[in-house]
């Protein structure tokens, strides 16, 4: 694996920190993104670039794409020659979070023009892309799976595999960041509850980073919440805001009812026309704060 | 502290295990409890047996008291000679989760007399108590609750301590408690949206507990509701309806809107309907299980 040839498509904070990984993990690399400049210091350090995103394909090859969005993902795929390039046997890795249903989509018409499509989403803010470590769900035929796990093994600290449907991953990821919103908008609840009892939201904060919530999610976004600490951001409220969107028409297409993430979404909706969709999403918090008084 | 004289009022299964815990840490005890037979083991063991909950009260003593509810802290509080027998100076270590109102006032009453309430509810299950591993949060004026510490830091994991106003810890108590339930919920919600698109609710389980949220919260309760595992119960549903009713008025009172926690709180209120109030209150989650048809 380790001298496989490459193509990474999507050359943001995340795309490039995954891009740099896989370089030094000795993959020769050739990268494309739509505004050319973001991949230059990729370039300088020795990728090659692609003209188009059908460049970055190659017979039997890996590609991988790390977009903003559904319509994004779409278009790279959809572009000319993406899909011809990339058959017979190629493999496109894509690392968006994105609905299950476009997933699904997409692993069709690949599957129907001879290559894979294997979803691979991340947890994790662009420092830990940098530090790999990053937490990667992979689903997807078992063959083309496999071949994107060994490939990501070195930029995450862990791989969890979700079975053969690509659209699982898909899943995970978009109810994963539902629960970290949840999470954040129960604290914030607790937090204004205990401020206007007398109980400061960083030893509340404290308190549960030290105990039933000993962990990365809770003592990270606790501390930030506490200290309304939203610049510079992590992760982006207007990004949380269309994953959460996501959740919940993921939600709407299943019929599963799911009143939590109805109010998280309306939390980041409110945030985002609030002028906050640059904020860390952990702004989604100032909801429950302002509807408080506080 | 070793041979202090304590008086221990709630046999329930906590009570019973953190009073055995300061017997073993030396403590001569006097336990009451309304029926009787519950403190049997406890008298076996040694410790000698309050006829009423006065008698468990001595001259600038430490009396603890790990009821189920306000109103049975009320009674025992307002019971016949039980204020007077704790003067003067004595401490009463309230442990019991109840409103913060009933804390602030049974608190007033205890200063008219002469003595001290120091709030101490604490985060863990029976079996936590028994291991001592229990998380305990103390408020109180600084002198009555420096004896409370002392006096609880060998029954407990970790001591936080919340400041000089009883009812501090009382609403810290009600927060986590809350944001247990809210993190179930949650839980509960994304374990169905999985469950409807192939993603099995242990595998996210599983991922959760390994992850963002690899803490005592989401790892023990992410597999208690995966597998649907409510008997026997650790802290049944009851009680939790009970913990979220007092949260949600707690809220009303100090004029902070909590949606999350009027969702919760109906999803146990609901609970109780259905049947389910001698289940963990894990069982909560079968609401949004439920209402996606699963």
Redesign the interface.
Known sequence: MADEKVGFIGIGRMGEAIARNLREAGHELVVYNRTASKADALVREGAARAQRPADACSPGGVVITMLSDDRALEEVVGSDGFLARLAPGGVHVSMSTVS?ETTERLAIRHANEGSALVAAPV?GRPAAAAARKL?I?VSGAPQARDRAVALLRPVGQ?I?E??D?P??AS??K???N???A??M???A??????E????APS??A???G?????????QSYGATIAERRFTPPGFTLALGLKDLNL?VE??SH????????Q?VRDRLRSGVEKGRGDLDWAALTLG?RE???L
């Open positions: 299950p947890f937490w769900c862990g969890f979700m079975g449907d659209s699982a899943v995970t978009l109810c994963g539902f629960v970290i949840a999470a908008e129960s604290m609840e607790a937090f204004a509850l205990g206007k009892n007398g109980v030893a509340l404290d308190l549960f030290k105990t039933m919530f000993s962990c990365p999610a809770y959740a993921a939600g299943s019929n599963v009812p799911m009143p939590f993430a109010i429950a509807d408080a008084g």
